[in-house]
Nanobody
Framework: QVQLVESGGGLVQTGGSLRLSCAAS????????MGWFRQAPGKDREFVAS????????YYADSVKGRFTFSKDSAKNTVYLQMNSLKIEDTAVYYC????????????????WGQGTQVTVSS
């Protein structure tokens, strides 16, 4: 079992930055593919970014490529999503997720989820 807890969401103006954190307990994250997803009101949960296991390759949705950066601190068993140049359309609840296998971009392929953290971008 893996427990995931996100933090770092909030209200920010267009063009601003936020860094989301996802702290894990129960298992080390080094053997999990980790992902960030987001869900806006009335929309499906969508893939944002992930780091694969094995390999450590990073993948990003086209909508966030060049603006968001996925990183991890193995010593802290924590992953991060640095979000720069935020846009109004980035407004959503952001979720951290883990799966015990290779990379997938579909939410239902991930076994473990955090509770989510709200990110609101205003003009």
């Amino acid at each position: 079992q893996v427990q995931l807890v996100e933090s770092g969401g909030g209200l920010v103006q267009t063009g601003g930055s936020l860094r989301l954190s996802c702290a894990a307990s129960g298992r080390t994250l080094s053997t999990y593919t980790m992902g960030w997803f987001r869900q806006a009101p009335g929309k499906d949960r969508e893939f944002v970014a992930s780091v694969t296991w094995p390999g450590g390759n990073t993948y990003y949705a086209d909508s966030v490529k060049g603006r968001f950066t996925f990183s991890k601190d193995s010593a802290k068993n924590t992953v991060y999503l640095q979000m720069n140049s935020l846009k109004i359309e980035d407004t959503a609840v952001y979720y951290c997720a883990a799966r015990g296998g290779t990379w997938r971009s579909r939410a239902y392929d991930y076994e473990y989820w955090g509770q989510g953290t709200q990110v609101t971008v205003s003009s």
